[in-house]
């Protein structure tokens, strides 16, 4: 029993296979979304399709390399950030103008 | 345990259950009209992707992407979606927004990507790989971090500083009035 091998028999074909589908779900839904709140969401998928790349990238090679897991760490990191200060940004939009609909917001377009 | 034929492990069971509730509930993810709900399915399919991190032995990885994910940045998101409620009431047609183009366009993408994974060819040694493999547990990470990686660790830190006073000023209240 081999606990500790990678992914024990699991091609690493399968885990960029679903890291591939979880970007393009991300993808549409980046393309369908009105509210800024969904279009955060779609976002936080496709930093995790981009995670599991690189998860599956540094475990499956040869001489497996930490730097995978350390750069998710730090996309997991810059997700925080940036679902913070887009959520702040939304707040005060829908405190300015009631609504979130990401195609109606034109206070600032020429 | 042979099926049909094939030879198939625990790992690969779990792999399939693990993805497929992380593909559905990602797919709820974009679907669903309701935002609320969205949020919630979003946090699911996160928490079956530590899973994932756990049968590509990142243990370290499981557990960040639980808390970090799970526990912080998906509470942050219906946090917010309680301070704008009034996207909790429409339907499916105000929500999503020409869903035919965009399924066509992300289908495509996902062609070019399955192609380029299919087509590829790619390291086979690990995989079979049966012996534990070091330098890939939680000691591992920590030394990375503090040792070749620790300009970028104490980056980070001072962005999520920035980040969080950032925020604040953003989202607080204007109190004197002006814009």
């Not at chain 2, 086979?124 to 990470?141: E, T």
Request: a neutral charge.
């Amino acid at each position: 029993m081999a606990i500790h091998s990678v992914g024990y028999a699991i091609p690493v074909t399968w885990f960029l296979t679903v890291g591939a589908m979880l970007f393009c779900i991300g993808l549409f839904g980046m393309m369908v979304r009105r509210s800024a709140i969904g279009m955060l969401l779609s976002i936080e998928l496709l930093l995790n399709a981009a995670n599991i790349n690189l998860v599956a990238f540094g475990s499956y090679l040869k001489i497996p390399v930490i730097a995978g897991q350390i750069f998710t760490v730090f996309v997991i990191t810059l997700a925080a950030a940036e679902a913070a200060v887009g959520l702040a940004i939304v707040i005060n939009i829908y405190r300015n103008e009631q609504h979130i609909d990401a195609d109606k917001i034109s206070a600032m377009k020429l | 345990m042979q099926i049909l034929g094939f030879y198939i492990t625990g790992y690969q069971v779990a792999f399939v259950i693990l993805a497929g509730i992380t593909l559905a509930s990602a797919a709820m993810v974009v679907l669903l009209p309701n935002i609320l709900r969205a949020a919630m399915f979003l946090g699911l399919s996160l928490f079956c992707t530590a899973g994932l991190y756990a049968l590509m032995n990142a243990p370290f990885m499981a557990a960040v992407q639980v808390m970090i994910y799970v526990g912080a940045i998906t509470t942050m998101i219906i946090l917010a979606i309680f301070l704008s409620n009034r996207v909790m009431r429409i339907g499916f047609a105000q929500a999503i927004y020409n869903p035919l183009l965009a399924a066509g366009a992300a289908g495509l993408m996902f062609l070019f990507l399955f192609l380029t994974v299919v087509n590829s060819v790619w390291v086979k040694s690990a995989v079979a790989a049966g012996p534990a493999r070091v330098g890939q547990d939680v000691p591992a990470v920590a030394q990375a971090l503090l040792q070749p990686y620790v300009f970028p660790f104490e980056l980070a830190s001072v962005i999520l500083l920035a980040v969080l006073v950032g925020a604040v000023v953003i989202a607080k209240e204007d109190v004197d009035g002006d814009s």
